[in-house]
């Protein structure tokens, strides 16, 4: 390169338009709008299962759309059984359909049922959990397994992840200030190429933090 050379009037406005374009298009986004939303007890089931309890070709109906795409709160409801022959009624399914039915307590849930050691698990990951009996309007299941308390966990897309930095199966911090503000320390990643920016968490991780008046999140590695 020579030394000296003055740019000419025309790279120099070439510079400034990149750097004025560079800000108001924004080469770094800001953060991605942070959901959390508490996820009272339900439970995902099988084709089979729902065949069961509802009758053989049953269809779930839709109640409401929950927050990720696809996904949502059925009519339907179903009586739980726990060990100790305690009981909830109007346990919601939602929808859609799974290849494994899977019940999602909280732990004072869990304790009400009398059940001593409900595991904390990811969606799915169902291997030696305790099971339940299920009651539906036309038929019962007894599951071997299957009941577990929700990790915490922040559904996101690729490009949201990319955001933060993380990859599948990461873990995370969630702060929630206010009142009763609380940081909680395994935030499990999960990201769907559907999926929208939202952190589930259950009722007692809920009431804990005060998430009904809490008004600041922060979503950290
Ligand atoms: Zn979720």
Redesign the pocket.
Known sequence: MATGTVPSRSQVEGIVRQVVSARLHGTRPGPPALAVHA?ARHMHVSREDLDRLFGPGYELTVDRPLH?PGNFAAKETVTLIGPRSRLISNLRILGPLRSRTQIELAFTDAVSLGYDDVPIRL?GNLDGTPGALVMGPKGVVELQEGVIR?AM?A?MSPSEASHYGVKQGDLMRLRVGGDAAVTFERVHV?IGEESRL?V?MDTDEANACGLAQAREFALFK
């Open positions: 996820s990720q969606s929700a966990h559904h999960r939202d589930h």
